[in-house]
């Protein structure tokens, strides 16, 4: 049996990651995580993100963007 890859949107991997989904598009903007262009929607595969947030990445993200400019 195939494990079936779990696949969400802005709003779903916001919630998730129990941010706001600006965030999301901030982030997306910038090249800082890992996400997929379906046509003009972006995907993000949940097996990714969370890889992504265990590797420390996230947390380095979140404090380049609280810092004042």
Same mark, same amino acid.
């Given at each position: 049996m195939a494990v079936t890859e779990r696949w969400m $949107? &802005? $709003?779903e991997i916001a919630e998730h990651l129990g941010v706001a989904a600006i965030t999301i598009y901030r982030w997306l *903007?910038?090249?800082q995580i890992p996400a997929h262009r379906v046509g003009k929607?972006?995907?993000f595969n949940q097996g *990714? &993100?969370? %890889?992504w947030v265990t590797s420390g990445s996230a947390s380095e993200e %979140?404090? *380049?963007s609280g810092k004042s400019k």
């Open positions: $949107s &802005v $709003s *903007e910038k090249g929607q972006w995907r *990714e &993100v969370d %890889a %979140a404090t *380049e």
